[in-house]
């Protein structure tokens, strides 16, 4: 799977979840859940729609290296199968 | 029309969920009705049949309207009872959702030579009647008044009184005669149904910002805070949350909130003086544990819809809960029960970086408990000092209703809980 | 069968006000009686009519036309131990005597770190209504109700012309007693062993749960009447009776307020520092969440009184003004 696949998911997650936003201008490095404003309800709902989508299951421990577009990115193209 | 928060003056109804011959029980859901702050799904206190639905969708009512007559078992039909010559007799056997009728909107309010939308700015209502609405909790933005300029006066804030006295007399026996109200504060979602023309989302905005002004505003003014905190040390609670995750899908997975909801709910157990309410100058504890969570909208503001009885909840059944009740809240839909028994507000700010929360109680209850962020913090312990994932609980109080050491006792059992999380 | 009347008798303001001078007279041989004209001639509105021939010359005494004279005399016998009733002919003239008054009378207590009381009583005929013009018809009562060291009494009734005094006599400090020129000829009843009366507290002549009128003196009769023409339509009109307007008794009115959550006062004082401003401004100091309409006033209009009939009845305060503005002040909200 492409990077652009992966961002096209993440985007599509993130759009559902913060309707009103716009992720594709999110900075690579800019932090997600500061700037959509995620609570940990909606981290959640991330992580489950992530895993449905592209099958990955993170664990919580992991959770604290996806705070960004490209750590996301640069974690998903290790994880994904 | 009930009156689903104490500022609550009219509702709109959007939809009916039966119609007439329909057979309803009590939970049931029957109507869907948009109030100044979120569209509420509304609950038959009754089992019975549907006979008349009397007001229809789009139709804005004020709060104490008949708006359905639901047929209880032991009577008959009213075609059945067309003959009878008393008419008495389905008055009197016929449950109605509400016990008077109001007159309808028109007769009570006389047009003011002012148009509303004219009124901007500051409300003019008279000391007394402003005095009348804080002890009703009634929203004076909410009133058309009736003096020459749309001045409001005692009257006018006294006719949605008795609207509202007319709704709270027909709750069950028992229940304390001011309903306790979640804050109800989300941006209002445009209404699902065709009612005429789409508020603008400034007039959602100025209701919510009224909606919450009443509420807080009577909570400062009446009610006597005291506030207590306490660091409570979470590393057991987050090494057991962290393995029970482990165990889980992630569709499973338990959020932080739920150990915080269920250790409040067990410490309220054993200090049940912080659970209830204070109304007509008397404390009155509440048997059942509803917890008003404060759940955050992404449109802002925020809603505190209880998690009924979480006492009671396996933790995966309270993370269910949760879940549904956030997905519910987000989507205005939620249910009447959940907008009027919570007896206890639980609010987390620890996703925004918050460490510690002083909270506004929302009235009529008598406490709310507030948690911050877990932060690593220096800990010492037995002579030790080492690095411990610490979060502060604090408890807001009503000093009427009771004194600093009952919510000593409340936060050390809070404590006590989360040490033990297995016990959850 | 019994009414009750048997026990009743009819008179005059004006003989209670000598009825109870008489009767001081008689208790109490420290108490003389002196102003323009009261011996001989009976007093200017007849008010101590025969009292000379009763108590003769030395008791009733005629004093020369100097007000800032025989108060400074009355002064000085109620120091020496007397108990004087000094009468000015009406409230214009007394400001002759305001040195004496105000630096004066209500100062002593003070002034002598508390070792002299002056148990003074000054009566004056007050108020408009009898074509006497801009120099012998103005009510300033409340003007003196500004000053602290003395009382200021404003009787209504029958029953407080004849009860006030001797009440007014009993405080050792000086004590002012308004009356009326309009009300001598008024008459009432009174029970036959009516005696003194409190001089601290206002009264609720007239029960109603719309609207509180605050009165006093002549101007009271004017709400009463409006009161009851009201009634008929409908509106309820609680009517206070202040009787005293140094001290307040504002328990009385502010509990009144409470009930009806509306105030008129009726004030036959100018209305710019006036003590219907007073009224009204501690009502809004102490009952302002009572209110449910502002407190509105009709007081005399702030002209030197006119001389020609129809423009005097035009500037004091009117029974039809007090029904409009009641009217107003109850129904304009519906």
């Known amino acids: ?81 | 029309m009930p009156g689903l928060g104490a500022d609550m003056v009219t509702g709109a109804l959007v939809e009916w969920k039966v119609k007439p011959g329909d057979r309803v029980k009590r939970g049931d859901i029957i109507a869907v009705v948009d109030t100044d702050k979120a569209a509420i799904e509304i609950e038959v206190f009754e089992d019975g049949i549907v006979e008349d639905l009397r007001v229809q969708p789009g139709q804005t009512v004020p709060v104490g309207t008949v708006m359905a007559i639901i047929r209880t078992e032991a009577v008959p039909f009213a075609a059945e009872i067309a003959a009878a010559k008393e008419e008495k007799v389905l008055v009197e056997g016929t449950r109605k959702i509400m016990e008077i009728e109001a007159p309808p909107l028109a007769e009570v309010v006389i047009p003011s030579r002012q148009p509303l939308a004219g009124r901007a700015g500051r409300i003019k209502a008279s000391p007394y009647a402003r005095r009348l609405a804080a002890e009703h909790s009634i929203d004076l933005g909410a009133l058309r008044g009736t003096g020459p300029q749309g001045e409001i006066y005692a009257s006018d804030v006294e006719s949605a009184v008795s609207a509202a006295g007319q709704e709270s007399s027909k709750e069950a026996g028992g229940a304390p005669t001011e309903e306790p109200v979640p804050l109800v504060t989300k941006e209002k979602l445009p209404p699902t149904s065709p009612i005429a023309g789409k508020p603008a989302a400034t007039d959602y905005q100025a209701a919510i910002r009224r909606a919450i002004a009443a509420a807080m505003a009577r909570s400062n003014r009446e009610i006597p805070h005291y506030y207590l905190q306490t660091r409570i040390d979470m590393s057991r609670t987050l090494h057991w949350l962290e393995s029970e995750n482990l165990k889980r899908s992630i569709k499973e997975r338990i959020l932080l909130a739920v150990p915080l909801i269920k250790a409040v709910a067990l410490a309220l157990g054993e200090v049940p003086e912080l659970n209830g309410y204070w109304i007509d100058d008397r404390h009155q504890v509440q048997e059942s544990i509803n917890i008003g969570f404060a759940i955050s909208l992404r449109q802002g503001g925020l809603i505190t819809p209880a998690i009924l009885g979480p006492d009671l909840m396996s933790v995966d059944e309270l993370m269910e809960a949760l879940k549904d009740l956030i997905t519910r809240t987000r989507a205005g839909r939620l249910r009447s029960s959940e907008m009027t028994e919570a007896t206890i507000t639980v609010t987390s700010l620890g996703d925004f970086g918050v460490e510690t929360v002083y909270g506004v109680i929302y009235p009529p209850q008598v406490a709310l408990v507030g948690f911050g962020k877990v932060m690593e913090q220096p800990w010492a312990e037995n002579g030790l000092l080492g690095a411990r994932p610490v979060v502060t609980a604090t408890l807001a109080g009503d000093h009427r209703a009771t004194d600093g050491r009952r919510g000593a006792q409340f936060l050390d059992a809070l404590n006590r809980r989360l040490q033990e999380p297995s016990k959850l | 069968m019994s009414n009750g009347m048997e026990h009743m008798r009819k008179l005059t303001y004006r003989e209670a006000v000598r009825e109870a001078m008489r009767d001081a007279l008689r208790k109490d041989e420290r108490v003389f009686l002196m102003g323009e004209d009261v011996g001989r001639y009976g007093g200017c509105f007849a008010v101590s009519k025969g009292l000379i021939e009763e108590f003769g010359p030395e008791r009733i005494r005629d004093t020369p036309l100097c007000e800032s004279t025989f108060v400074g005399a009355g002064i000085g016998a109620a120091l020496g131990g007397m108990r004087p009733i000094v009468e000015i002919m009406t409230v214009n003239f007394s400001l002759l005597a305001a040195d004496q008054i105000l630096n004066n009378t209500a100062t002593y207590l003070h002034m002598s770190g508390g070792l002299f009381n002056v148990p003074l009583i000054i009566r004056m005929a007050t108020g408009g209504g009898r074509q006497l013009a801009a120099q012998h018809s103005h009510c300033l009562s409340g003007w003196y109700a500004h000053i602290p060291g003395i009382k200021v009494l404003t009787p209504a009734t029958v029953e407080d012309a004849r009860g006030m005094l001797w009440t007014a006599l009993d405080d050792p400090d000086p004590v002012l007693i308004f009356e009326n020129s309009g009300l001598y000829n008024m008459e009432g009843f009174l029970p036959i062993d009516a005696g003194p009366v409190d001089i601290d507290s206002a009264r609720v002549r007239r029960a109603g749960k719309d609207l509180t009128i605050i009165s006093y003196s002549a101007s009271l009769f004017k709400a009463l009447d409006a009161a009851e023409t009201l009634s008929k339509e409908g509106i309820e009109a609680e009517v206070i009776d202040l009787r005293t307007l140094r001290p307040l008794d504002e328990r009385t009115f502010l509990d009144s307020a409470a009930r009806t959550h509306r105030v008129l006062i009726v004030d036959e004082g100018w209305r710019s520092g006036s003590i219907s401003a007073e009224v009204s401004a501690r009502i809004m100091e102490k009952a302002f969440f009572e209110l449910d309409a502002a407190v509105e006033r009709i007081c005399s209009a702030e002209v030197p009184m006119p001389y020609a009939k129809h423009l005097e009845e035009a500037a004091l305060p009117r029974m039809e003004k007090i029904i409009e503005v009641v009217r107003k002040m109850v129904r304009s909200h519906g």
Not at chain 1, 14 to 42: G, K, M, V, Y
Not at chain 1, 50 to 75: C, F, R
């Open chain 1, 1 to 81: 799977m492409s990077e652009e696949q992966i961002k096209h998911v993440i985007f599509k997650i993130l759009r559902r979840i913060a309707p009103e936003s716009d992720p594709s201008r999110l900075a690579p490095d800019e932090n997600i859940r500061r700037a959509l404003d995620i609570d940990s309800f909606d981290a959640l709902n991330f992580f489950i729609h992530l895993h449905e989508e592209l099958g990955v299951n993170i664990p919580e421990s992991d959770y604290g290296q996806l705070n960004t577009l490209s750590e996301m990115l640069d974690y998903l193209s290790v994880h994904i199968g």
